[in-house]
């Protein structure tokens, strides 16, 4: 009898997913004992780390499309449609596009984050992200233009996709209007919802000096609370700020599917951490973004995991014991400015420690960006 | 262990989570809850017994109770 997997999303973690099943299930897959289906909406992969580049003018939202059916191997099923129930006691699912209900026996839900600016009043009106492309581009429309006033760079809520991101974007607004002669013109301020720079104690005990050096203002303990467009953000806490431009980081969830089908809350998947297996239910994994394991929303850690799923799965359609675990491994550049960035490395059990921010660090990143499609094939 | 008389509108479970999660589930329920209402945050991260009273003494909130379980801390936090 076939066995059917199927994987819901085509980010980083279902396309590295797929590509790593076709490689090590090829020959089943051939014979016709093994099906593997990746179901997106979109028919283009997109890399979400470009928009951090987008507003700066230094790259186009298109440089992060690709056709997902080009990334992924021909052995694999690329189903461009939408997911809209799962039975997991069925262990079926619909397609929005199908007349009939599918089987699986093996399910991956890799669907990622949504953004939520309609939970804090005023934000999609007064702010700008570029957490999106739409956006970012609509961001680099303000951004461009700006030449002196109050950019407040406001987190939100967490937990959001790339954690480094919002540290990197004002320190490259810094160095951009330094640069251009603007700095003395444009104050920036971070405003984040606990009492340190960034989630992870010891990325902000590292970004604190530095935001401190480059006369970044800080706002800790800021949740925001309202946005009035004319001009001020207010947080829980009682605090008003006046901006001339905002830039926010949204408040994120995950699909409603996941919550419908009784796997987790807000649309993250409540798995064991170290295999991904879904708490609540049998034969179904969560990676990336959707799994909630505490780590980052980050593309390394999705790529990582797909490793790790596609291992578990192969093992059990061999028969074999799943053995691959998740360790918590994450990579990071964070860039400190328009020509210099810092790396962390770290996972369960061993915190980061950013290197020394330099040229060659920034170039790496630039490097990976561009090497990130080989990422996507399963080539690296 | 200690009964509170204590009915919370809310809990929130953030069992597991690593920090800043049990901190931030707290918040998220609050900016949801009503003024008036008592949620009841329960985490088993030692970091949320110095979190939570920073960020209530902050905002302006009233952190009613901090019990002791087994495995676990129940934070009950009344929203201003």
Request: overall charge negative.
């Amino acid at each position: 009898m076939t066995e059917r997997i199927v994987i819901v999303g085509g980010g980083t973690g279902g396309t590295v997913l797929a590509n790593d099943l076709a490689d090590r299930l090829g020959a089943a897959i051939d014979a016709g004992d093994v099906e593997v289906t990746l179901v997106n909406d979109d028919p283009d992969h997109v890399y979400k780390p470009v928009w951090l580049y987008v507003p700066f003018g230094q790259r186009e939202p298109e440089d992060g499309r690709r056709r997902l059916r080009e990334l992924v191997d021909d052995r694999i099923e690329v189903r461009i449609d939408r997911v809209t129930e799962i039975d997991t006691d069925a262990e079926r699912l619909r397609y929005r596009d199908a007349a009939v209900p599918v089987d699986y026996d093996y399910l991956v839900l890799a669907t990622g984050s949504t953004l939520a600016p309609e939970t804090v009043p005023g934000l999609e009106a007064g702010g700008y992200d570029y957490y999106s492309e739409s956006g970012a581009k609509a961001l680099r429309e303000e951004l461009l233009s700006f030449t002196e006033g109050d950019l407040v760079l406001s987190v939100v809520g967490t937990p959001h996709m790339c954690p480094a991101a919002p540290l990197e974007f004002v320190f490259m607004a810094d160095d951009w209007f330094r640069e251009r002669g603007l700095r003395d013109e444009v104050d920036i301020t971070y405003t984040y919802p606990i009492q340190r720079v960034h989630g992870n104690p010891h990325i902000a005990e590292w970004a604190r000096p530095l935001m401190d050096e480059r006369d970044i203002s800080v706002e800790t303990f800021f949740n925001a609370e309202s946005v009035d467009p004319d001009g001020t953000i207010t947080s829980m806490e009682g605090v008003d700020l006046d901006y001339d431009l905002l830039v926010s980081i949204p408040p994120h969830r995950g699909i409603d599917l996941i919550e419908k089908a009784g796997l987790g809350d807000d649309g993250w998947v409540d798995v064991d951490k170290h295999t991904l297996e879904a708490e609540a239910a049998e034969n179904v994994y969560a990676l990336g973004d959707t799994a909630d394991t505490g780590v980052p929303n980050a593309g390394s850690v999705a790529h990582y995991q797909a490793g790790v799923v596609g291992q578990r799965i192969a093992s059990e359609i061999r028969g074999r014991p799943a053995t691959a675990t998740y360790d918590g491994k994450t990579l990071c550049f964070i860039e400190t400015g328009m020509d210099a960035a810092s790396f962390v490395e770290f996972d369960y059990e061993s915190p980061p420690s950013p290197a020394p921010p330099s040229e060659k660090l920034h170039w790496s990143k630039l490097a990976y960006n561009e090497s990130y499609w080989l990422t996507a094939r399963g080539l690296l | 262990m200690t009964e509170i008389d204590i009915e919370p509108a809310e809990t929130v479970d953030a069992r597991g989570a690593a920090c800043p999660g049990p901190l931030m589930d707290l918040i998220g329920a609050i900016r949801s809850a009503e003024s008036g209402a008592v949620v009841c945050l329960l985490s088993d991260t030692e970091q949320s017994l110095t979190d939570v009273p920073e960020w209530t003494d902050e905002a302006g909130y009233e952190l009613l109770a901090t019990e002791e379980r087994d495995d676990h801390y129940e934070f009950y936090v009344e929203k201003a």
